[in-house]
């Protein structure tokens, strides 16, 4: 069983700041592409953030310069360190890894945290 758990979100004011943490555990045997997405009600998911396994990223155009993204591999963790926010921050933030539970498996799968609230007032 895999299982990843966000934390850091919460309320803050527009221009501050808020660190996301993402901590993977269970039975991983190798962890690819991993990244944060986000979700505001009545739409689609989408793409805030993503790492690769060496450490090369890309981000949505609109949190580009404000947020960053880092991981940790040894310890499976994942880390996005938002600044400037601003109220269209407003979301529900998702982890997001890739992953390998064994040797044996042929194909790697795509796994989701439950999701932690980031809330911007104005």
């Known amino acids: 069983q895999v299982q990843l758990v966000e934390s850091g979100g919460g309320l803050v004011q527009a221009g501050g700041s808020l660190r996301l943490s993402c901590a993977a555990s269970g039975s991983i045997f190798s962890v690819g592409i991993m990244g944060w997405y986000r979700q505001t009600p009545g739409n689609k998911r989408e793409m805030v953030a993503r790492i690769t396994s060496s450490g090369s990223t890309n981000y949505a155009d609109s949190v580009k310069g404000r947020f960053t993204i880092s991981r940790d591999n040894a310890n499976n963790a994942l880390y996005l360190q938002m600044t400037s926010l601003k109220p269209e921050d407003t979301a529900v933030y998702y982890c997001?890894?890739?992953?390998?539970?064994?040797?044996?498996?042929?194909?790697?799968?795509?796994?989701w945290g439950q999701g932690t609230q980031v809330t911007v007032s104005s």
């Open positions: 997001y890894a890739n992953l390998r539970r064994t040797r044996d498996e042929e194909y790697m799968y795509d796994y």
